[in-house]
């Protein structure tokens, strides 16, 4: 055979052997799910490394207030499926509940929320959530009327979410004891929540930017990891337990800690704590219960405001928009921009590095 023709043929076949073992690259896939009357959707990250043939660990990241699900991945934590990929993690993004609203004649715009309290309330257990003279926000419409307060869904997200565990660890070779639950602003509200009502379903919990309001304070109904970062110029929920830029009232990170670990032996005296991840950045944390099943680690990042630790810029995006995969679902939003993949955060880091520490083995 002709020399030439032989290479050539070779290359031919090199070509199409490479193009059959060549790895795709892991995206985003879309679901949906059917609860109390609705249809949710949410997305799915599958890192490279998994295997239908053993048990994966799983993480569960809430968006916050007027957020999206494929938003919050793409611009507020800038890319967190980079890090699920790196530490061999399932991602599960759910989407809040939204309807179309204006204030005062304003341009519509897609509200989205958590139920992270039952909402409505002008008051809680320990006296008002707002102030008299708080921002008004558009009442989202199953829950009648809100109130001064009221500013999030009513729909039943702490079902919702029961019922996404289950199909999360059915659907997928994803480990039950291993399954984590997460979220920035309302949707950390809302992990908080649902880490205190159905503890048995996670391996921690870990609050970014977000609590719950006073007299909301919990403490999970089993031993739970937390992890609470905030900003220490933070203004929108600030660590402190001040009134919000926005007239609003949350919880102290401290009262947090407090209720969390309320009646266990540990006692409560908290100890400063640090990690690698975290020893080259200005972060302050301490840890009450360390080295337990109880274990409440709250970090403060002084120059941090409300945006995702370790990003650059003042208030970094909240995910007002979505990717192309989330589009169709939600066509008045705007498309995101693609996360910068080769940037390290160290809050991205942290969190899966206190994911790893906690795998839901209980004392």
């Known amino acids: 055979m002709n020399k030439i023709l032989l290479t050539v043929l070779v290359s031919l076949v090199l070509v199409a052997c490479s193009k059959e073992v060549e790895i795709e690259q892991p995206e985003m896939r879309r679901y949906m799910l059917e609860h109390d ?36 991945e793409a611009e507020v934590t800038q890319g967190l499926n980079q890090y699920a990929e790196e530490y061999g993690y399932v991602m599960v993004y759910p989407q809040g509940t939204w309807f179309m609203a204006s204030i005062d004649g304003s341009e519509p715009w897609e509200v989205t929320s958590w139920n992270h309290i039952s909402d409505g309330f002008d008051a809680g257990p320990d006296g008002p959530i707002c102030m008299p003279d708080s921002d008004k926000v558009p009442c989202p419409p199953e829950c ?36 984590h639950v997460s979220g920035f602003s309302n949707g950390a509200m809302m992990a908080n929540r649902i880490a205190c009502e159905a503890s048995e379903l996670f391996a921690s919990a870990a609050l970014i930017g977000g609590r719950l309001e ?22 929108v929920v600030p660590a402190d337990g001040s009134v919000s830029s926005s007239g609003w009232l ?35 944390c301490t840890v ?76």
């Open 37 to 72: 009357g609705l249809v949710r959707e949410y997305f799915v990250f599958l890192p490279t490394s998994y295997d239908k043939q053993q048990l994966h660990p799983a993480a569960i990241f809430m968006h916050g207030y007027g957020g999206t699900a494929t938003g919050t």
């Open 144 to 179: 009648g009327n809100c109130g001064q307060c009221g500013w999030t869904s009513c729909h039943d997200d702490v079902g919702f979410l029961r019922s996404l565990v289950r199909e999360l660890t059915d659907r997928w070779a994803v480990d039950a004891d291993r399954v």
């Open 214 to 235: 006073p007299g909301f304070e919990c403490t999970p109904t089993q031993p739970l990891p937390l992890l609470q970062v905030n900003g220490g110029a933070d203004d």
């Open 250 to 284: 949350f919880a102290s990170t401290t009262a947090v800690t407090t209720h969390w670990l309320e009646g266990k032996a540990c006692g409560m005296a908290a100890e400063s704590w640090t990690s690698p991840v975290v020893e080259n950045a200005n972060v302050q």
């Open 288 to 363: 009450a219960c360390g080295d337990t099943a109880h274990a409440a680690i709250d970090c403060l990042w002084p120059d941090g405001d409300h945006r995702w630790p370790g990003t650059p810029g003042l208030r970094g995006s909240n995910g007002y928009c979505v990717t192309e995969l989330q589009s169709r679902s939600m066509p008045d939003q705007t498309l995101c921009i693609a996360p910068e993949e080769q940037t390290d955060f160290w809050g991205s880091r942290l969190l899966f590095e206190f994911f790893n520490a906690h795998e839901g083995v209980l004392e």
